[in-house]
Nanobody
């Protein structure tokens, strides 16, 4: 059974940092491209960052220079280091694992940026 379990969300002040983790099980993690997405109520889920199985990364313009995605294949885990957090980063953050034939999502972790 495939599971993606996000952790690390919480309440942080503007300008602060958080590191999200997504631990995968039930898949050959190294074969999957991984991504972080976020969603706020009433809006579509949007891409935050992706990392391919070859470690190529992409970022949404809104987070470039502030967020860093990375992966540890030995731990089957993908991370999202979030620095200089802003109010507008408040959202539920979701982890995705995908290949050309498969796609899996985690249950999400809430990030709230507030003073």
């Amino acid at each position: 059974q495939v599971q993606l379990v996000e952790s690390g969300g919480g309440l942080v002040q503007p300008g602060g940092s958080l590191r999200l983790s997504c631990a995968a099980s039930g898949i050959m993690f190294s074969a999957f491209n991984m991504g972080w997405y976020r969603q706020t109520p009433g809006k579509q889920r949007e891409l935050v960052a992706t990392i391919t199985r070859g470690d190529s990364t992409t970022y949404a313009d809104s987070v470039k220079g502030r967020f860093t995605i990375s992966r540890d294949n030995a731990k089957s885990t993908v991370y999202l280091q979030m620095n200089s957090l802003k109010h507008e980063d408040t959202a539920a953050y979701y982890c995705k694992a995908n290949t050309l034939r498969s796609e899996y999502w985690g249950q999400g972790t809430q990030v709230t940026v507030s003073s």
